[in-house]
């Protein structure tokens, strides 16, 4: 059974940081891309990044600049470090993978998500 399992979310203040981590388990997930979705309350989903199983990385537009994807495949985690946060940070993030770097289509695996939330 595959398993995406989150976390390092919690409460910060603005301008502050937060270290996200994804322990993904019942799968090789070395030859596949993961990433970050995340959903604000009355908000779609927006991509927040992504990275290839060769370490490509790509971000969505609010992101860039500020966060930074990474992952160890020896330890099947993914983190996402995120610096500068702002209230318009706050949301659900969910770890997700796609076989085979197909990151453009939709996740084939999700986590349940970790809250983030942004706030003095």
């Known amino acids: 059974q595959v398993q995406l399992v989150e976390s390092g979310g919690g409460l910060v203040q603005p301008g502050g940081s937060l270290k996200l981590s994804c322990v993904a388990s019942?799968?090789?997930?070395?030859?596949?891309?993961m990433g970050w979705y995340r959903q604000a309350p009355g908000k779609q989903r927006e991509l927040v990044a992504v990275?290839?199983?060769?370490?490509?990385?790509r971000y969505g537009g609010s992101a860039k600049g500020r966060f930074t994807i990474s992952r160890d495949d020896a330890e099947n985690t993914v983190y996402l470090q995120m610096n500068s946060l702002t209230p318009e940070d706050t949301a659900v993030y969910s770890c997700?993978?796609?076989?085979?770097?197909?990151?453009?289509?939709?996740?084939?695996?999700w986590g349940q998500g970790t809250q983030v939330t942004v706030s003095s």
């Open positions: 019942g799968r090789i997930f070395s030859n596949d891309a």
């Open positions: 990275i290839t199983s060769g370490g490509t990385t």
């Open positions: 997700n993978s796609w076989e085979g770097d197909k990151w453009y289509y939709s996740p084939q695996y």
